[in-house]
């Protein structure tokens, strides 16, 4: 199976800090890579896919980059509805695999 | 407005089977542009993608859960399921079925609507 890291596993930040988050895969996923946000107790919400197009209604605030195996997820200006974790996923091939997880709490 | 919705027991027995549902409202199960998976989330872990399904009955397994993993479809109550047999407490985990949309290298790609998840706890 194709693992994802992400790093760093965890940070804080302050409302209006440029916070970026990044996910490597053991092999290339051409440009086959999505970002969720997950809040306590809620299912993941979709933020972006295919590394750089934005879900429809996500905030032009998130941006996703990368291609092959090194993919970033950037937040321009953090905002207190931000706080959560934030997963990378390969939707390239089988089994799909999602990164550990990126958990962002306030400073 | 598509709505995911999964139930089933939240309690289930060592080496017995789990059997959860999801039922679709405001879209159709038989669309040809989407495939219907599920995914679990074990309590306060990672997420891992369990398989997916076309209306058509082709099906797509993760390779960790070996043959103990069904997911059949029932076009006629706009439903799908998962059966995953002979759990453990491994299984213990927030179970959400989910649309997946049409891409990737296989044509199938990512989730973009989930339902709210449903906890199954294996006891012993």
């Known amino acids: 199976a194709n693992q994802m890291t992400q790093s760093p596993s965890s940070l804080s930040a302050s409302v209006g800090d440029r916070v970026t988050i990044t996910c490597r895969a053991s092999q290339g996923v051409r440009n086959d890579l999505g970002w969720y946000q997950q809040k306590p107790g809620k299912a993941p919400k979709l933020l972006i896919y295919a590394a750089s197009t934005l879900q429809s209604g996500v905030p032009s605030r998130f941006s996703g980059s990368g291609s092959g195996t090194d993919f970033t997820l950037t937040i321009s200006s953090l905002q207190p509805e931000d706080f959560a974790t934030y997963y990378c996923l390969q939707d390239y091939d089988y089994p799909f695999t999602f990164g550990p997880g990126t958990k962002v709490d306030v400073k | 407005q598509l709505q995911l919705q999964e139930s089933g027991p939240g309690l289930v027995k060592a080496s017995e089977t789990l059997s959860l549902t999801c039922t679709v409202s405001?879209?159709?199960?038989?669309?040809?542009?989407?495939?219907w998976g599920w995914i679990r989330q074990p309590p306060g872990k990672g997420l891992e993608w369990i398989g997916s399904m076309y209306y058509s009955g082709s099906t797509y397994y993760n390779p960790s859960l070996k043959n103990r993993v069904t997911i059949p479809v029932d076009m006629s109550k706009n439903q799908f399921s998962l059966r995953l047999s002979s759990v453990t407490a491994a299984d213990t985990a927030v179970y959400y079925c989910?649309?997946?949309?049409?891409?990737?290298?296989?044509?199938?790609?990512?989730?973009?609507?989930w339902g709210q998840g449903t906890l199954v706890t294996v006891s012993p």
């Open positions: 989910a649309r997946q949309t049409s891409g990737g290298r296989y044509g199938i790609a990512h989730p973009d609507y």
């Open positions: 405001g879209g159709s199960i038989s669309s040809s542009n989407y495939y």
